[in-house]
């Protein structure tokens, strides 16, 4: 029995009746998502640490090594692999993602899942290479991101004048 456990019967396990005390952590369990999308952001920690914590395990690392590795301390290792850390820095994150990615890449191709192929691609886009974030198209037509762009830096009042110049040119381009 761990420290601050006391033996009990089931029926004085349950909670009392009458209403439920509010939380006093302040960030809700599940959030809504702009898409609508509900996310527990806290059981996707608890995943994250999990799987991060097998993939050190994986790879004999202890937890010391790792943060040595990462540049973290072995707290925030501790922290993410428990599901602490939902107030992780994404750069703590990264850091060791990139020291477990790096011993990884140590290993054959051959052995590892179609998966974890796959998300050491992905980490390839997100991963610093060297010299820092590789920035890529969000669009097919780079042209009309720019256009976006510029959009967006209009004022308000000055969008409804560049899409009536827009609609103009586009008229007159068709008819030649």
């Known amino acids: 029995m761990g420290i601050g456990c006391s033996m009990s019967s089931p ?9 439920k005390p509010q939380s006093t952590n ?14 527990d952001w806290q059981r996707w920690m608890r995943g994250l640490g999990r799987h991060k914590r097998r993939v050190r395990e994986f790879l004999g690392l202890s937890q010391e090594q790792l943060a040595r590795v ?21 750069l703590v ?6 020291a477990l990615k790096q011993a990884i890449a ?6 590892l899942s179609e998966e974890a192929q796959r998300l050491l691609e992905l980490d390839d886009r997100i991963a610093p290479a060297g ?10 037509d780079a042209g009309l991101e720019e256009f976006i762009r510029l959009y967006h830096e209009l004022p308000e009042r000055q969008r409804q004048k560049l899409l009536a110049v827009m609609r ?4 007159a381009l068709a008819e030649r």
Do not use: H, W
């Open 131 to 140: 010299e820092g974030y590789q920035s890529f198209p969000l669009l097919k």
């Open 11 to 19: 029926s004085s396990m349950n909670p009392p009746p009458g209403p």
């Open 93 to 98: 994150v990264m850091k060791i993602n990139a």
């Open 26 to 39: 302040t960030m809700p369990k599940t959030e809504r998502e702009p898409l609508g999308v509900p996310v």
């Open 70 to 90: 990462a540049g973290v301390s072995q707290g925030a290792i501790s922290r993410l692999e428990a599901g602490r850390g939902l107030a992780t820095p994404l």
């Open 106 to 111: 140590k290993l054959d191709p051959a052995l």
């Open 168 to 171: 103009a040119t586009a008229s």
